[in-house]
């Protein structure tokens, strides 16, 4: 039989509550809990949890201001972001509303702004060994704007720009929701055509000759409302790869109606439209930055006099004269204006002829009309026959 003595309880009770006692058996859960977090192993791995949960707290703001830097040292632009947002588990940042604007004009709107952009790793890619990112833009807004005080992109290296933003390369590109608009504040009226609703969907942006065999490996599927009735598709094979443009453009806008355009008609051609429906189809193709193909404007059942209609003499001599010419060259067995006019030449020395319109006018009004579509396109396209939407 044992006796402990006080002395030897007081000490027994001070080595199990000592920082360096381990015990070999026995205690409790928290008693070897509490004893492990006091090792020095357990210290290491504390510290570089907390370092992780401060990085990733930080990294959003570091994002922001690394972004926010690049953008406001653009050539001739300025921009920023509000905010960032970053999800590692998705391999994702997000950048909340984006605007980039120019810093050497007043120009009443910015050149572009977005609610939200996602960059994130494309996972499928990952999978099969290519680290590549793919990114949507949800409703983006590009403002091109004419005049002396215009904006149109000139000036910046937008490449570069998309480089800081994004530095891997890119596979998969996708804009919901998108509007492009041209504007003229100068004219009078103003103008502001609008392709809205826009949806552009590429992939394959990373892709190079040699791993599928095709001259053009990329490809664009791009569609959209004109003003608020015209239907506009496209689409564009391309290799991304090569420094001059290298594409095959397919593009179709049809039934505008003629009156959604009267402020542009009004500004640059003094006429004003009642009535009639706008098409407009082109085929081009591009290797290192020389091109050629064709464009196909028409426009059917044009009305520009309103019998008894007040206005600007000007304005109501032009509609007179115009729809002269238009009743006088419209292929009658259709009520059909139109042309095909060639477009060849380099995208610094770009051709076009005059000659050429005048020639494909006179083919539609006296020898054959112009069909509506593509010539070669997506054999998939039909000519939008369907009536016009009712507001």
Known sequence: MSHETAGDADRRV???????????????????????????????????????????????????????????????????????????????????????????????????????????????ALFQGSVVAEIVAEHPVLNFVNGASGQNGEGNDWRDTVDDLVPITINHFAVHDGEVHYRDFGSRPTVDLVAADLEVEATGLSTQQEETGRRLPAHVEVSARVQRSGRLRATIDLDPWQERPTFDLALALERLPARELNRFLRAYAWVDAEGGDFFCYSEISSRRGNFQGYVKPMVEHLD????????????????????????????????????????????????????QAVVGVLRNTFIEAFEHGLERGPSSWRPDRSPPPVD
């Open 304 to 355: 520009l006099v309103e019998w008894g209609e007040h206005g600007d003499v000007v304005n109501v001599i032009a509609d007179l004269v115009v729809q002269l010419v238009v009743d006088l060259f419209e292929n009658h067995g259709t009520d059909r204006f139109a042309t095909r006019v060639n477009v060849s030449g380099s995208f610094d020395q770009p051709g076009v002829s005059a000659l």
């Open 14 to 124: 001070r080595r199990a509550t000592s920082p360096s006692f381990v015990p070999t058996h026995g205690g409790t859960r928290w008693q070897r809990l509490r004893t492990f977090l006091w090792t020095g192993k357990a210290k290491v791995l504390l510290g570089i949890v907390g370092l992780l949960v401060l990085g990733r707290l930080a990294l959003p703001w570091i994002l922001k201001s690394v972004i926010n830097d690049r953008l406001a040292n653009m050539d001739g632009y300025t921009g920023r972001v509000l905010d960032v947002d970053v999800s590692l588990l998705r391999g994702a940042y997000v950048l909340d509303d984006l605007r980039i604007e120019r810093v050497d004009e007043d120009v009443r709107v910015p050149f572009v702004e977005a609610e939200r952009i996602d960059v994130s790793l494309e996972w499928l």
